[in-house]
């Protein structure tokens, strides 16, 4: 919220465009979200947060993005490791806070899914085939294929007499509004869940015209 909230948009609008541009990779997009928005153990107060975050957004902007990464790293397996089976009022300040932010299937699934399992490592073994998880995990993506350019392959780079030039496309407020409405759920690496995406969409002005 408020002037930090602001800067965090302003910069994901500005990967975006950098990203647009063929400037940079998309990956650090999602890099960007996960080393700046990461929990901190002991971080819970509000001012304490904002510094933690401008800190990080600091660190970014000074070409820092490795020890981001490492710090990252450090916060995900100390917190794998040293976390235990969860106490009712901890599971009942989580789903209160889910049902709060309008997550309502993920807090019904954490209360009837209690035995769900966690991330495996590529050397673990698969729960459903007993392999290695790399191994499935290959097995399920094919061989790379060489695309001709010299119009042996026709499903390839077709040609075509006339290419219609393209319009661009008229997205108003209001068509955003109604997107942003309609997100649900969460994906990727970067944490990031469809309450979240939707407030950097709507409610900060001017860096969410630009994001």
């Not at 009837?112 to 495996?120: P, T």
Request: glycine letters at 10%; charged letters at 30%; aromatic letters at 4%.
């Amino acid at each position: 919220k408020g002037r930090v909230g602001r800067r965090f948009i302003k910069k994901v609008a500005d990967l975006f465009r950098a990203c647009r541009e063929r400037s940079m990779n998309s990956e650090q997009i999602v890099i960007f979200v996960a080393v700046v928005l990461q929990r901190t153990h002991g971080v819970k107060a509000a001012k304490d947060i904002r510094k933690l975050l401008e800190r990080r957004m600091d660190l970014w902007e000074e070409g820092k993005a490795t020890s981001l990464v490492d710090g990252l790293e450090d916060e995900c397996l100390s917190a794998n490791g040293g976390g235990g089976a969860r106490d009712e009022e901890a599971m009942a300040r989580a789903y209160n806070g889910k049902v709060l932010s309008g997550r309502l299937r993920s807090a019904c699934r954490n209360l009837v899914n209690k035995d769900c399992g966690g991330v495996l490592q590529p050397d673990e073994a698969c729960t459903k085939t007993g392999k290695p998880v790399l191994d499935v995990l290959r097995s399920k993506h094919p061989q790379m294929r060489d695309c001709p350019l010299d119009g042996r392959d026709p499903a390839t780079f077709e040609r075509y007499d006339r290419c219609p030039a393209p319009l661009p496309p008229s997205i108003t407020e209001e068509v955003v509004a109604k997107v942003a409405s309609k997100l649900s759920g969460t994906a990727g690496p970067s944490g990031v869940d469809a309450v979240a995406l939707a407030n950097w969409l709507l409610r900060f002005g001017q860096e969410s015209q630009a994001l």
